[in-house]
């Protein structure tokens, strides 16, 4: 079984547009984070959440909206897609915070047209 | 600015030798760890050491920490194809995150 899915795993659509990514995990672990990944293959965290709790917001536009429903999902809502928005979107969860190895998904690649 | 960088950038070698990386960063840290990440996946936990600890090793992996230097090595031993891959150290920098570095890109040929 996948410990940690996203899907979808490729998404290409329009500028303007909004997009969800899913994630799950099912490793039982209390905090999720979301990353980007950019064409350089430099990775920065974006959010993190904590049982359900928004912990870390790093300075992401507003357009970014996270939502986790319970403690195993935590999705990404993008409104108005822009082009500097293309990049590899990573789920990723661990027990406990930055103490503990991190369990990553395999990635959502998104690409504005 | 990043608070881990990897040090080369790209690294070739041929099967069975030893690959090093090194990791450099700015600020004091609680722990460091090293992270594995194939083409097209996500990224694959290694090791993670401790700010009190200098060695540790995970079957061919060793990763050392001098804390005085600011830097973490990572030495893969006997190298196998199936090694190649972007390896990436990552650091809390004292914060609740983790802060990763720019990576070195592994190339073993068989």
């Known amino acids: 079984d996948t410990a940690v899915s996203q899907t979808p795993k490729y998404l290409v659509t329009q500028m303007g547009n909004d997009k969800s990514i899913k994630c799950e995990q099912n490793l039982g672990h209390d905090t999720m984070y979301w990353y980007k990944q950019d064409s350089k293959k430099f990775l920065k965290i974006m959010f993190s959440y904590n049982n359900k709790e928004l912990i870390i917001n790093e300075t992401v536009p507003n357009r970014f909206s996270p939502k986790s429903p319970d403690k195993a999902h935590l999705n990404l809502h993008i409104n108005s897609l822009e082009l500097g928005d293309s990049a590899v979107y990573f789920c990723?969860?661990?027990?406990?915070?930055?103490?503990?190895?991190?369990?990553f998904g395999d990635g959502t690649r998104l690409s504005i047209l | 600015s990043q608070q881990g960088e990897e040090d080369p950038q790209a690294l070739s070698i041929q099967e069975g030798e030893n690959a090093t990386m090194n990791c450099s960063y700015k600020t004091s840290i609680n722990n460091l760890q090293w992270y594995r990440q194939n083409s097209g996946r996500g990224l694959v936990h290694l090791i993670l050491?401790?700010?009190?600890?200098r060695e540790k090793h995970s079957g061919r992996l060793r990763v050392t920490l001098d804390t005085s230097k600011k830097s973490s090595s990572l030495l893969i031993t006997a190298s196998r194809a199936a090694d190649t891959a972007s390896y990436f150290c990552a650091t809390d920098a004292g914060t609740d995150k983790l802060i990763f570095g720019t990576g070195t890109r592994l190339q073993v040929f068989p």
């Open positions: 990723a969860s661990s027990q406990g915070f930055i103490d503990q190895p991190q369990h």
């Open positions: 050491i401790r700010s009190n600890e």
